[in-house]
């Protein structure tokens, strides 16, 4: 069963990556490349940071904030410097590679002998002996949900419907004279701080920081979003959110699949097989959308 | 609707296939006595050097009597290079109670022993560059815990040593490397500390993905008298790249291992990845067996290294390979091959 745990914990850790991954794609509709180096960069501070002694939870806030950084500087690439979205996410993505080196230090930090979110005193006092095989998920779960939990509130606040507003229809939030600029560099940010205190988790969870950890990391982002968002599209009882999370679990679900049963050189063919399975028949019937057009 | 029911009973579906899997090996394991094992083996990425690592391991435990299909049984994974991935490898692996893991390359080695330290699954890596900084071996070369292997640190002094036999009058050696792969990075270290004892000036080129090769070869060849090699993955991988392009200039490419030299490299004193696989395998066939734990074996690495030269490439390009050198020759190639 040890399996089904790792597919859930690591999905769930994705997930939050996926979560920052849907403000962008789905709700601002926004192309987002940030990232793959927002990733690393929040387990690039982590590792920088934990092996100076710093409390590993407090690494959590820190890796939120550098995240935040850097989508700011997406955003004002975007937004000031009148970049191209798609192009400024690589900008910033290329940028990043170095900035999480010169942050790291090297590019590979290994945690094995500090204390993590996971690993330390007060989780081992504080775990009864029967969980402490669960104790890895169960904090996940706990994290997840926080994320989940304050996205949801924050998604309808004032804040969070301009948000919403800036995706669908921009003229709307000129027209309540609000600067959509700033909207749009404020999502950014949320989303790739999101994205960075993943990076930063899954750096603990793994025990190390590797620079490379960071690529692909927008494919398996979007491939949850779609996965969650398309299967669950029709069952209001789920938000997009729990929708999304879900999502990447069957994606990681996915890879263990194409890890179980296959050969090492199929992994990535069998892996897109099975997403693009899913994708098929969760999709609209074809007829309902060309009553629109 | 109807799709959706589908789409959520092949999601069921693929939950059982997963189930399964995880039953059938459950099951493999049970069948087995006492004398015959499972390893897992974990590479991370797909590479020629790697690939020889594994063929060596396999041999090596060959030697000590542990066959394939035999008495073992061999579940190999590969991560493509993704830290996910070579996560969810290991604690597979540890679910599946394998009786050993091993690792080929660092990130694996570091996600292996992560999950493995727990479940008390003894983990044997080779092709790890630097085992203490990866800590998984302490200032002493003594494992942290059931982790220990080989590692593949250049022979760096016999390298400098055989170019200045083989140049008497060059100056600067050329590197590339890859920011982002550690091992390449304290190699580079190596090289600039050692040079200075063989009147050589080094002249690096950082470079971060196979698309700035070209550029930086046409740069790096400018200023240098020759070029040497690490075991960097992606330099390696295009090779071919920066030969044709020092064979234009006539200027010598130096390897870091047996292969490279095949391809069209000047001359090595290298590693053979084949007999560090095998060094590990013997390693790992101990610690099967019984005789010793992981945690009492320090890391190994090769001690002798072997001087690989291409006389071909040495006519090519008019440098004379002075007689006692070539004798001690481990293998000496006379033409260049295409792949």
């Known amino acids: ?293 | 609707m109807k799709r959706r029911v589908t789409a959520g009973l092949l999601t069921a579906a693929m939950m059982t296939m997963m189930l399964t899997g995880c039953a059938g090996s459950s099951g493999d394991k049970k069948e087995s006595g006492k004398e015959s094992y499972t390893i897992g083996i974990e590479q991370f990425a797909e590479h020629g050097s790697l690939d020889n690592c594994r063929e060596g391991v396999l041999k090596g435990l060959e030697s000590e009597g542990i066959v394939e299909g035999e008495n073992l049984t061999i579940d190999y994974k590969n991560a493509a290079a993704d830290m996910g991935t070579a996560g969810q490898i290991s604690d597979s692996f540890v679910s599946d109670g394998v009786d050993m893991i091993c690792a080929i390359a660092t990130p694996a080695a570091q996600s292996a022993y992560n999950v493995a330290m727990d479940a008390e699954i003894p983990v044997i890596y080779t092709a790890v560059t630097d085992p203490v900084e990866a800590e998984l071996a302490d200032a002493d070369g003594n494992a942290v815990g059931e982790v220990t292997g080989t590692s593949d640190k250049l022979p760096i002094k016999a390298q400098l040593e055989m170019i200045r036999n083989l140049l008497p009058n060059a100056k600067k050696i050329g590197i590339m490397y890859t920011t982002s792969e550690a091992n390449s990075v304290s190699a580079i270290e190596e090289y600039k500390k050692l040079a200075g004892d063989y009147e050589f000036a080094i002249v690096e080129k950082g470079i971060t993905a196979t698309a700035d090769i070209p550029l930086a070869t046409d740069e790096l060849l400018g200023e240098v008298d020759c070029i040497t090699n690490l075991t960097d993955n992606t330099v390696v991988s295009s090779l071919a790249t920066i030969l044709e392009k020092a064979g234009e200039k006539k200027i010598p490419v130096f390897g870091s291992e047996i292969e490279q030299v095949k391809l069209g490299c000047l001359a090595a004193e290298g590693i053979d990845y084949i007999s560090l696989g095998e060094q590990t395998g013997k390693m790992a066939a101990k610690v099967l067996k019984g005789e010793k734990k992981a945690s009492e074996m320090k890391y190994e690495i090769i001690t002798e290294p072997g001087f690989y030269v291409n006389t071909k490439v040495a006519e090519n390009l008019g440098v004379e390979v002075p007689e006692e050198l070539a004798k001690n020759a481990v293998e000496s190639f006379h033409e260049i091959s295409a792949e």
Not at chain 1, 192 to 204: D, K, R, T
Request: overall charge positive; some cysteine.
């Open chain 1, 1 to 293: 069963m040890n399996f089904m745990v790792t597919i859930i914990e690591q999905g769930l850790i994705y997930g939050i990556l996926a979560l920052g991954v849907y403000i962008t794609y789905k709700v601002l509709d926004f192309p987002d490349l940030t990232v793959d180096g927002s990733f690393p960069l929040g387990a690039a501070v982590t590792a920088a940071l934990i092996t100076r002694g710093m409390n590993p939870y407090l690494t959590l806030l820190v890796s939120f904030a550098s995240g935040a950084l850097a989508g700011i500087c997406t955003g004002l690439i975007h937004v000031k410097g009148k970049v191209r979205d798609l192009l400024s996410g690589i900008i910033m993505m290329t940028a990043l590679w170095s900035v999480n080196l010169y942050i790291a230090g090297t590019s590979n930090v290994p945690l094995f002998s500090q204390k993590t979110i996971f690993k330390n005193k007060l989780m081992d006092g504080m775990v009864p002996k029967s969980l402490r095989p669960y104790s890895t998920l169960i904090l996940i779960l706990v994290l997840v949900m926080i994320c989940k939990v304050l996205l949801d509130l924050y998604l309808k606040t004032k804040s969070g419907y301009l948000l919403r507003a800036v995706g669908d229809n921009e003229a709307l939030v000129t027209a309540l004279a609000k600067d959509q600029g700033n909207v749009k560099i404020l999502g950014l940010s949320l989303a790739n701080g999101l994205v960075a205190m993943a990076g930063s988790i899954f750096a603990q969870e793994e025990r190390v920081f590797e620079i490379s950890m960071g690529t692909g990391a927008i494919v398996i982002g979007l491939a949850s979003v779609i996965i969650g968002t398309s299967l669950f599209r029709k069952m209001t009882v789920f938000k997009a959110t729990t929708a999304v999370l879900i999502g990447s679990i069957i994606y990681k679900a996915c890879v263990a699949i194409a890890l179980k049963n296959f050969e090492p050189n199929a992994m990535k063919l069998i892996t897109a097989v099975l997403f693009l399975i899913i994708l098929i028949f969760s999709m609209e019937r074809k007829g309902g959308a060309k009553k629109h057009a």
